[in-house]
Each structure stands twice: as C-alpha cells, then as structure tokens.
C-alpha cells in the first residue's frame, strides 16, 4: 500500500491544499479507511476497471465531489486501490464550481451529471491515462479552467474569513473577525455556510480538532490534558468529547488504530 501527497502548482495553491494517491494490490492486507471531518471539501476519482470504492454499503461513482464531514465514515474497497484525490482548500466547491458548499455537505455527487459533457469526457479521460503524473495534469486543467470561470464571483471577504480560522487553528474570536468584514452575524453565516458548507462555529471547532489531531500525532506530550490545554480546550474531557464528534472515536482508540497500519494523512486514517 503507498500513500502519497503532491502540492498544487502554484497557481492553484488558492484553491488546492493538495493531491493525493493511494495505490495498492488485492494482496494488501488494507482494505478500509476511515476519513474524519477535516475541514475541507475534496473530489476523488477511482480506477473502476481496478476497483470499486463504497461507503458504508453504497457503492461511490468512479469520480465525484465531496463535501465538508462533520462526522467520521468508514470506507473501503472491493478490488485494489488506484485512486487519485483533491483535497480543497475549504471554500474551494464555490470558488472553484460556484457550488453551493452545504448542498454538499456530509454528501457527495457524481462528477459527470453535474458537469454534463465535460464531466464525461473528464472521467472518460483519467480512466484512460496511464500513469498518476498525466491524470494530475489533467485534473490541474480542469480545476484551473473552473476556477477561471468563476474568478469574478469571488466573495473575497468569506475566503478571507476561513484562511484566518485556519490559520489561528480555529482559536478565533468570530465575533471580532465579523466586525472586520463589516458583515452583520446573520449575514456573515449565511455567506459562510455557502462558501464552505458549514457555519463559522462549526467550521472553527473541527479546525480545532485537526490541530489537535496534528499534534497528537507529532508532538513531544505526557498527557491527553497537555494537548487539551494548548489547543484552548476547557479541560481534557471537553477534548475527548470533541474528538470522538469528529473522528468517530476517542484519540486513545485511534493512536491504536494507527499502530496496526500504515501512517497517513491528517485526514485519511488507514
């Protein structure tokens, strides 16, 4: 099984955090993932002639959009992963698409009926490239021919209100960053829920979590409470409490999760 990120040109770092590939045989003992609320929305298209994605017990289209998660789901395959995705920077399905985020949200949609012809030929065409290098190319195109398209329609004050909550690790007064926009709090969630699928608040408290996450991971710590309080949770059972909202478990279960498999990302837990 190999797992591997690759950074957006430069271009497209605005709208893409980053690719990624998962690729692997039928003799590999991997056969599910677990993906956590992360923050971003994403798109994943999946050699069907190799193998076929579902989630839960529905089968996944062999590409399609995804949108924001507010809750863990357990994915897993039938055949061998060869699979390329796109993790979204977290406006990114209205900046790019012009969707409306929070139609997405805790949701997907297949590629091809929304994009009609070029959905097709889009799909039609990564099934048919050989290697990962000239399909990335080819979703490089793409989302940059989308995101020209919609380059006008920009509301750069909402992108501008996500990139500081994640910034600050969602540790942000909302309050004083609405005040900075001129934007009335009714006015400023609705905005927000359509640029990245879920309210401020929300979006602030999973952003939280994947700090956390990060930092369970790679830093130097004695006790869950440490992390808790450096990420400016009340105590180490509102910690817990969140985690378990977001990753589908406790950050004890998932440390032994992980030491059965594989690393991976921040937000595909092998």
């Known amino acids: 099984m190999q797992y591997l990120q690759i950074p957006p040109p430069a271009e497209l770092q605005p709208y893409i955090r980053h690719f990624w ?3 692997g045989d039928t003799t590999s003992q991997v056969r599910s993932f677990r993906t956590l609320a992360d923050g971003t929305p994403g798109f994943i298209f999946q050699n069907k002639e190799k193998g076929i994605l579902y989630q839960f017990d529905k089968q996944l289209p062999a590409s399609f959009l995804y949108g924001q998660a507010t809750k863990a789901a357990a994915i897993h395959i039938d055949g061998e992963f060869d699979t390329i995705g796109i993790f979204f920077q977290p406006y990114g399905l209205k900046a790019i698409f ?3 985020a929070q139609e997405l949200t805790d949701d997907c949609m297949e590629l091809n009926p929304y994009f009609s012809a070029v959905g097709d030929m889009l799909s039609a065409v990564l099934q048919r490239e050989p290697t990962t290098e000239m399909r990335i190319r080819k979703l490089v195109a793409f989302i940059s021919e989308q995101a020209n ?7 750069s004050a909402i992108i501008y209100a996500a990139q500081q ?3 600050h690790s969602g540790n942000l007064g909302l309050a004083d960053l609405r ?3 001129f934007l009335t ?8 829920k359509q640029y990245v699928g879920l309210s401020p608040k929300l979006f602030s408290r999973i952003v939280k979590f994947q700090s956390s996450l990060q930092s369970l991971r790679t830093a130097s710590f004695e006790k869950l409470s440490d992390i808790a309080y450096r990420h400016q949770y009340a105590d180490q059972s509102h910690f817990i409490r969140n985690f378990r909202e977001f990753a589908g478990c406790s950050p004890l279960q998932l440390q032994q999760l992980r030491e059965k498999v594989m690393d991976s990302s921040v937000t595909v837990i092998l």
């Open 149 to 155: 398209r919609q380059a006008r329609n920009q509301d």
């Open 165 to 167: 909550i994640w910034k």
């Open 98 to 100: 012009g969707i409306d």
């Open 21 to 23: 590939v998962l690729e």
């Open 185 to 192: 709090e009714r006015s400023f969630e609705r905005k927000f």
């Open 179 to 181: 005040s900075e926009l």
